[in-house]
């Protein structure tokens, strides 16, 4: 007797399998399931074909049709098609806006009126139409919103007799969140609050909302810092089950873990850290060999060995990817009993490090190098400012080691630079605040020989790992691991800097077939002049953006082949993952899985930019409360940045950047030039271009908007 076919045996099941997994994955949009809840989701009870869908599942991620999270969850992966391109919306102002895509070498224009409400970071469809007028930019129209940045918006509640609205903080959000009285959660009028939004705007209506959290009343520094926090997604606390699973981890080293690592403790080691600093990730230890040679280690903190897979540690570091250091507090990757206590690197304790152990000559010639678990004791903690008087001739501890250091250090710059490295110097800002976080002053950091010893030593670490690691496999086919790389510059870009660095009297040769040459020669040529910021600014703004990935291409910026980080697990993921994999190779194992690694790196980079803009933000908020005492006064300035409706300004003092409006401009009706950088006024012909010295009176601040409103100063 012949047996009837079972339906999952019939011819094409498997494409079946394949539809019901992306139908399913495509309804919930952002929403990530897992095998389980997906199982759930299409009724399945039979094992052999919940093997099916398992295996069908794994070939949709290989494909890239379907993206894999970090925690073992599912979602779909969007991809452009025929006349609709798939991308990001950047929210310029009311009018317009952009969508960034992947998928196209260009940014799609799209009226305010065609955004079908997308909010400024959601992912979205967009139809396109063409080019717009003059041959400019393409022209779309969203079609489809497929996932949102986000629900929860931080802003000011104003309340009315019937109603309430929140005026969101950010200002690429141009629409208040209409509240119902029932749902302000005992707000009061003018306090900062996070909103939820419950039902997005349709036609002319505005956002419906409710208030989740009350943080307090605007102007306070812990409030606003709490804003700032909110807005970018930031906690400013761990969960309850991190900090327990944190709790349970011994502080004592087992004997038999010694047993297993390179024992450093004899080896003369010490850290060097800003002198606020309280998580220590790297050590440096020094000696000299029988054969007259330098054994330097560079020790990392070894964070995996008390970080496991699958644990709520693992996943909230996961999560976070990086520490974030606002103007007056860190929002740590790690609970403060890893981070500052057993991960951090401090004197006079054992501790557990991953090292990178070179031997090399007087002449900085690489010998012999290792890299392995390893144990160390500090000798000494020294800020950057006690190791900067050693080198400039005070007396102080490890005199010699630092001299050597320094030395070598000294010689690995230079050999960077010979290669091609860029030397870029771009000026931060530090404050001087007071108890209560108001700041007093704001002066520019100072980058001295201390620094650039440390990030040599840090250069060659990370370069050496990601060279081990690729070329431990002979031929084409190279182990999984996380590199950091940095594109070319876009050619436009450079040559509108070229065009830009002329006015000022400076030269880029473009034509020069070493492009980190020209480049490091206008470096050379502007520093210490009045345009160095805006020149290096503009000449950083056309290099592409650092990243993470398991693509094993090369960092332009530093003329390294292959490069990663290895050296701040205590406050960056892919850090961790680097260490995992190293610790993986050097025991003999085989390559990891790319897809699930370059998931975890586009992750890490996404979080890097949240990070870098929440930094920005709280400088911003800073700055603009530092001037809130300066109103009324002058000051020399820089023209820094021109668009449509002013021109930003940096004054040469502070460092803090306010606008001129064009619209407060009262002698002409003055136009933007974009492609020379520049605004004309209509009649009169007077230009103001970028890289201008002005004088200016600063007229009104807005910590709200972190906004400083300028006018030029009456001759």
């Given at each position: ?88 919306v950047d929210h310029v102002n009311q009018r317009f806006a952009y ?256 090292s990178a152990v070179f031997e090399m000559d007087h002449q900085g ?351």
């Amino acid at each position: 007797m012949t047996k009837s076919r079972n339906k999952k045996d019939k011819p094409g099941h498997e494409n079946n399998i394949k539809d019901k997994l992306l139908n399913l994955l495509s309804k919930a949009k952002s929403k990530a399931y897992s095998f389980k809840d997906i199982i759930k989701k299409v009724g399945l009870k039979d094992q052999a074909v919940k093997g099916q869908f398992a295996t069908e599942l794994d070939n949709l991620v290989r494909s890239g049709q379907v993206a894999r999270t970090q925690s073992g969850t599912y979602k779909i992966n969007y991809k452009s098609d025929g006349n609709h391109i798939v991308g990001r919306v950047d929210h310029v102002n009311q009018r317009f806006a952009y969508v960034i895509s992947e998928d196209s070498k260009e940014d799609i224009w799209v009226s305010a009126n065609n955004l079908k409400f997308a909010f400024d970071g959601d992912i979205v469809k967009v139809l396109l139409k063409g080019k717009r007028d003059r041959g400019r930019s393409p022209e779309g129209e969203v079609v489809e919103i497929l996932e949102r940045k986000r629900t929860d918006f931080v802003g000011k509640i104003e309340l009315s007799p019937r109603f309430a609205f929140v005026v969101p903080n950010s200002r690429k959000i141009f629409y208040d969140i209409f509240i119902p009285l029932d749902k302000i959660k005992d707000a009061k009028e003018g306090q900062k609050v996070v909103a939820r939004i419950v039902e997005w705007p349709d036609k002319n209506h505005n956002p419906v909302g409710e208030v989740i959290e009350v943080l307090g009343n605007a102007g306070e520094n812990d409030v606003e810092m709490h804003s700032i926090m909110a807005e970018y997604g930031l906690p400013w606390e761990f969960p309850e089950t991190v900090e327990r699973d944190a709790d349970k981890i011994p502080v004592e080293i087992p004997d038999n873990e010694i047993k297993k690592r390179r024992d450093f403790r004899s080896i003369t080691t010490f850290t060097i850290d800003p002198v606020d600093a309280k998580d220590f990730d790297d050590a440096l230890s020094i000696r000299r060999l029988e054969n007259g040679n330098w054994e330097v280690g560079v020790h990392i903190a070894d964070v995996t060995h008390y970080v496991r897979p699958g644990t709520p540690l693992e996943k909230e570091a996961y999560k976070r990817a990086t520490s974030v250091y606002l103007v007056d507090r860190v929002v740590p990757m790690l609970p403060e009993k890893l981070s500052n206590n057993l991960c951090s690197l401090r004197p006079h304790e054992d501790k557990l490090t991953f090292s990178a152990v070179f031997e090399m000559d007087h002449q900085g010639k690489i010998l012999d190098e290792w890299f392995g678990k390893t144990i160390i004791h500090s000798d000494r903690r020294f800020a950057y400012e006690e190791v900067q008087e050693i080198l400039e001739g005070k007396d102080g501890d490890f005199k010699d080691e630092i001299f050597a250091l320094d030395g070598l250090a000294k010689i690995m710059r230079a050999e960077r630079f010979r290669r091609g490295a860029i030397a870029f110097e771009t000026v931060e800002v530090k404050f001087k605040l007071d108890e209560k976080g108001k700041p007093l002053g704001v002066f520019p950091k100072v980058r001295k020989d201390a620094h650039k010893l440390i990030e040599d030593w840090m250069l060659l670490a990370n370069r050496k790992v990601a060279e081990y690691v690729y070329f431990m496999k002979k031929g084409d086919e190279k182990n999984t691991f996380v590199y950091r790389i940095h594109d070319h510059p876009d050619p436009e870009k450079l040559n509108s800097l070229a065009i830009f660095a002329r006015k000022f009297g400076h030269n880029l040769d473009l034509k020069d077939k070493d492009l980190s040459n020209a480049l490091n020669k206008l470096v050379t040529d502007v520093e210490n002049t009045p345009e160095q910021n805006v020149l290096q600014s503009l000449a950083i703004r056309s290099m592409a953006k650092a990243k993470y990935t398991t693509d094993p291409e090369k960092h332009f910026g530093l003329a390294y082949k292959h490069y990663t980080h290895f050296t701040s697990p205590i406050r960056r993921y892919p850090d961790v993952m680097v260490h995992r994999l190293l610790e993986h190779y050097l025991n003999g194992g085989k390559s990891e899985n790319k897809t699930y690694y370059e998931d975890l790196c586009e992750h890490s980079s996404d979080m890097e930019k949240v990070a870098a803009e929440a930094e920005r933000a709280s400088i911003k908020y800073k700055q603009v409360e530092f001037m809130e005492t300066m109103i009324g006064q002058e000051f020399e300035g820089i023209i820094s940045g021109v668009v449509e409706f002013g021109m930003f300004v940096e004054l040469v003092e502070t460092k803090c950047e306010g606008m001129i409006r064009l619209s407060e401009l009262e002698d002409d009706f003055y136009e933007l030039d974009a492609e020379n950088y520049r605004v004309i006024g209509k009649r009169n012909k007077k230009i103001f271009t970028l890289g201008d010295h002005v004088k200016v009176k600063v007229m009104n601040t807005n910590l709200e908007k972190r906004s400083i409103d300028l006018a030029f100063a009456a001759k």
